[in-house]
């Protein structure tokens, strides 16, 4: 008997409903699955990332200066005359006679000025570890003045003349070998300063490190022009020793770093970060302080407090990619935006911090009172600052960005090295984050600030 058609109707309603059912747990153990897939993997991101963290704070990463600068492992077997003496042997015939809401503002900047080299002599109460470094230090300057005067000539719109580009090429080579006789005899007084310091074998072999990446550059560049190829044009030619002139200063760069470095750590172990030897003045702009009067500050601060860390929050303000400046726009310039930024930077930060030129591109502000949430308000206040500068010099008118980091005193047996290395740690993390930017370490690992919407001046700086 044929099913009526009420019966057929109810038994497709009903087949549909099971279809329906069927489909619905179907799609539901999909999303479940996928959910649980993105959670798997969101954890195990986090557990890498936890571990990538942890292991950059038990690194303690010493600071980098500029973001261009590289080189390759120290062989640590060497002395520091031995790798000055690989470049040009001593019977070389060279070596013989040796804010939108108000009007802009407009600032000026100055320049820079170097000192000739002195030998690594230790004067009257000098250290001689601390004389050793002065010796190589202050003849890396008087290169470095000369490698800029070349930089100078050769972005002169006016150098259209082979001939000069060709002089240039010859005041590489011929400072380069007179750079190299400086640092080989205060290379020799820097090996039998520390070589009984065995608390200092870090800062020996650091500077090693990177005496060794500047020679290597300075015998590269005179390989490179011992005689650069003018057939491509003036132009092109000027370009190619403007490029090696660039490489030069970047490893030069560094190992004034490292020497700055040093000077303070010969200082602090031998506690005598008072000593006028120890202090460094030359190339501190406005009324910033020095790395040695930094540390000299934070010093007292524990001697104030020897039971335990006293309050004190830290930041670290690294200028965004400022290598790109000077290659562009010539050294002279790159000066003079750090100059301007330097009074701003003091202009900015609150009476009560302690701003100070660290090293290279990078400023440190310390916040005695350890007030976390005032440091992060200035450094924001700084950084949007600095995002909305201009900095004009003839046709340029230049842009910058910084990024930034900050970290407190967390535990008892905290020193002023590890909050300005956990400082630079969330610098370095800021950087990696996309620039630009500020993240805190409050002793775990970095974590990114969330930007205040503040009303900052738009400043115009004259260079």
Same mark, same amino acid.
């Given at each position: 008997m044929p099913t009526p058609p009420e019966g057929i109707l109810f038994h497709n309603l009903y087949l549909g409903g099971i279809a329906l059912a069927l489909g619905s747990c179907a799609v539901a153990a999909w999303i479940i699955g996928l959910a649980l897939l993105n959670g798997a993997?969101?954890?195990?991101?986090?557990?890498?990332?936890?571990?990538?963290?942890?292991?950059?704070?038990? &690194?303690? %990463?010493q600071a980098e200066t500029s973001e261009q600068a590289s080189g390759e492992a120290a062989d640590l077997s060497l002395t520091?005359?031995? !790798? +000055?003496?690989?470049?040009?042997?001593?019977?070389?015939?060279?070596?013989?006679?040796?804010s939108a809401d108000r009007p802009p503002t407009v600032e000026k900047a100055g320049g820079a000025s170097f000192a000739p080299p002195r030998s690594g002599e230790p004067a009257s109460g000098e250290s001689p570890c601390g004389a050793a470094v002065h010796g190589l230090r202050e003849a890396s300057r008087h290169y470095q003045s000369q490698l800029m005067e070349v930089d100078r000539r050769l972005r002169d719109p006016s150098t259209d003349d082979p001939s000069v580009v060709a002089d240039c090429a010859a005041t590489l080579r011929k400072a380069g070998d007179e750079y190299l006789d400086h640092q080989r005899a205060s290379g020799e007084a820097f090996d039998a300063a520390y070589s009984g310091r065995s608390d200092l074998s870090g800062v020996r072999d650091q500077v090693r490190s990177a005496l060794e990446t500047d020679v290597s550059q300075i015998r590269q560049a005179a390989?490179?022009?011992?005689? /650069?190829?003018?057939?491509?044009?003036?132009? &092109?030619?000027?370009?190619?020793?403007?490029? &090696?002139?660039? #490489?030069? +200063?970047?490893?030069?760069?560094r190992l004034q770093e490292v020497l700055d470095a040093a000077l303070v750590e010969t200082a602090r172990s031998e506690n005598r970060l008072d000593a006028p030897w120890a202090e460094d003045q030359a190339d501190v702009p406005g009324t910033l302080t020095s790395r040695t009067g930094l540390e000299r500050q934070l010093a007292r601060l524990w001697q104030d407090h020897p039971q335990h860390a006293p309050p004190l929050a830290v930041a670290a303000i690294d200028l965004d990619q400022f290598g790109r400046i000077n290659e562009h726009f010539g050294r002279e310039l790159g000066d003079r935006i +750090?100059?301007?930024?330097?009074?701003?930077?003091?202009?900015?930060?609150?009476?009560?911090? !302690?701003?100070?030129?660290?090293?290279?591109?990078?400023?440190?502000?310390?916040? /005695?009172?350890? $007030?976390?949430?005032?440091?992060?308000?200035?450094?924001?206040?700084?950084?949007?600052?600095? *995002?909305?500068?201009?900095?004009?010099?003839?046709?340029?008118?230049?842009?910058?960005?910084?990024?930034?980091? !900050?970290?407190?005193?967390?535990?008892?047996?905290?020193?002023?090295?590890?909050?300005? *290395?956990?400082?630079?740690?969330?610098?370095? *993390?800021?950087?990696?984050?996309?620039?630009? #930017?500020?993240? !805190?370490?409050?002793?775990?690992?970095?974590? %990114?600030?969330?930007?205040?919407?503040?009303?900052?001046?738009?400043?115009?700086? $004259? +260079?």
């Open positions: 993997l969101g954890f195990a991101a986090a557990v890498e990332l936890g571990r990538r963290h942890r292991r950059r704070c038990a &690194e303690a %990463p520091t005359s031995d !790798i +000055l003496a690989a470049i040009v042997p001593a019977t070389d015939p060279r070596r013989e006679g040796t390989k490179t022009l011992e005689s /650069p190829d003018l057939e491509g044009g003036v132009g &092109e030619s000027r370009q190619h020793v403007l490029a &090696e002139t660039a #490489r030069l +200063l970047s490893a030069n760069d +750090l100059r301007a930024v330097a009074t701003l930077v003091s202009a900015e930060g609150p009476e009560q911090a !302690i701003s100070a030129r660290f090293s290279g591109q990078r400023f440190v502000l310390a916040f /005695p009172d350890g $007030d976390l949430g005032r440091a992060v308000s200035a450094v924001e206040r700084i950084r949007q600052v600095l *995002e909305k500068a201009h900095f004009r010099r003839n046709e340029f008118d230049l842009q910058v960005t910084v990024s930034c980091g !900050i970290a407190a005193a967390a535990a008892p047996e905290d020193t002023s090295k590890t909050v300005c *290395e956990r400082a630079e740690a969330a610098m370095l *993390e800021a950087k990696r984050y996309g620039r630009n #930017r500020t993240f !805190i370490h409050e002793g775990r690992y970095p974590t %990114p600030v969330a930007p205040p919407n503040l009303v900052v001046p738009e400043k115009v700086v $004259d +260079l």
